[in-house]
């Protein structure tokens, strides 16, 4: 279909390695000469990943303040406002993190009321190994709720082909365990093995969804009382700051400090990180920290090498405690940071609540 732009939408839970993943299968397919446009998506503005992928050089739309399904017309706004200028070949679109049911909320409608302009690629979700494995196995101790992790098990029961993520940290029988694992649950779905941080088996992803078909058919029967409470359990934290002191100090340390002064105040109080993530601003350079599980250790996945005296900071936390507790303990960090470095904090923006029900524009459960 040469007149049609290719959707290709990845999903997965919090801190599955999803904007990674994007940024890899946009090198690839620009070095196929093709033209890329990506859209994010978050339940509010000043999204971490946003700003990763635009300092990387992408065309980035955002849909944010809902998920896509609950922001359709958005959406498809969106990819109309990144097509104007150069219409670009493919579209990689990045669902928010709790969210699922998106075969029968984003793919159907897209098909059915865009079908001359978009052609769908499979739909691929990524599985982290951390949550994925405590969760599938029923762990007593797997950091989330059930209705919580019956989010994570609805998004892999709908997707084309499930991603095992960050293989190259796990051994050869911790990742054949996991396969095992997850081929108990999903017998007839295709699991492909990746690393988007070294780029392992990305050339094989991009061969898999390339593939014509008719894909995104696999409608979930669903209970939205329990997928919204689920959601609701999770605090949702976006927050913009600057960071001030007399003399420069390595960028890097001060975004990594933060994670990990966050991580630590977290499990003192129990609560359960989904994804932490922030990212350094300063002159056409960047730098970003995250924490993926409270079971692994904090890391700086995109290094700057700078040192500065100010810089931009935008912190992204979703966890599982109340908003108000999370911008507290946030807040708490950012500034032990800072006076670590001799500096100070100038919070412009905070939003922290939890996600409201999901309302999906549209809905089609008949494929």
């Known amino acids: 279909m040469p007149n049609t732009v290719r959707y290709v939408m990845l999903g997965g839970f919090l801190g599955a390695?999803?904007?990674?993943?994007?940024?890899?299968?946009?090198?690839?397919?620009?070095?196929?000469?093709?033209?890329?446009?990506?859209?994010?998506?978050?339940?509010?503005?000043d999204l971490v990943d946003t700003n990763t992928l635009r300092a990387q050089g992408f065309d980035v739309g955002e849909v944010a303040g809902a998920c896509f399904c609950c922001h359709f017309n958005e959406l498809m706004d969106t990819i109309s406002r990144l097509s104007k200028e150069d219409r670009p070949d493919v579209i990689l679109a990045e669902p928010v993190g709790s969210c699922t049911d998106l075969v029968a909320t984003v793919i159907q409608p897209i098909k059915r009321l865009f079908d001359a302009e978009f052609h769908i690629a499979p739909y691929a979700v990524i599985l982290k190994?951390?949550?994925?494995?405590?969760?599938?196995?029923?762990?007593k101790r797997a950091g989330f709720s059930p209705k919580a992790?019956?989010?994570?098990?609805k998004q892999l029961e709908e997707a084309d082909a499930i991603l095992i993520n960050r293989i190259d940290e796990l051994s050869a029988?911790?990742?054949?365990?996991?396969?095992?694992?997850?081929?108990?649950?999903?017998?007839?779905?295709?699991i492909l093995r990746i690393?988007?941080?070294?780029g392992e088996g990305i050339d094989g992803l991009v061969e898999y969804l390339d593939q014509e078909g008719d894909f995104g058919r696999k409608v979930l029967d669903i209970d939205y009382d329990t997928y919204a409470e689920g959601e609701a359990e999770l605090g949702w934290l976006n927050s913009s700051l600057t960071v001030r002191?007399?003399?420069?100090?390595?960028?890097?340390?001060?975004?990594?400090?933060?994670?990990?002064?966050?991580?630590?105040?977290?499990?003192?109080?129990?609560?359960?990180?989904?994804?932490?993530k922030t990212?350094?601003?300063?002159?056409?350079?960047?730098?970003?920290?995250?924490?993926?599980?409270?079971?692994?250790?904090?890391?700086?996945?995109?290094?700057?090498?700078?040192?500065v005296r100010e810089v931009e900071v935008i912190v992204n936390a979703r966890v599982a405690c109340d908003p108000a507790e999370l911008e507290r303990l946030v807040m708490e960090a950012v500034e032990a940071e800072c006076g670590r470095i001799g500096g100070e904090a100038e919070f412009r923006q905070t939003q922290s609540f939890r996600p409201g029900r999901p309302v999906p524009t549209h809905r089609f459960a008949d494929v």
Not at 149 to 153: D, F, P, S, V, W
Request: with cysteine; aromatic share 4%; net charge negative.
């Open 17 to 45: 390695g999803k904007t990674t993943t994007i940024a890899r299968l946009a090198e690839k397919y620009t070095s196929q000469g093709l033209k890329v446009g990506i859209v994010t998506n978050d339940q509010a503005s």
């Open 195 to 198: 690393s988007a941080r070294t």
């Open 245 to 276: 002191a007399a003399d420069e100090f390595p960028l890097d340390d001060l975004l990594l400090g933060i994670v990990t002064r966050l991580r630590d105040l977290l499990e003192a109080t129990g609560a359960e990180a989904a994804h932490l």
């Open 173 to 190: 029988g911790e990742l054949e365990s996991l396969e095992t694992l997850v081929r108990e649950h999903h017998p007839a779905t295709p």
């Open 279 to 307: 990212i350094g601003l300063w002159e056409g350079f960047f730098g970003v920290a995250n924490l993926i599980s409270s079971d692994v250790p904090p890391e700086l996945s995109l290094p700057s090498g700078c040192n």
């Open 129 to 139: 190994p951390s949550h994925g494995q405590r969760i599938l196995s029923g762990a």
């Open 149 to 153: 992790a019956y989010i994570l098990k």
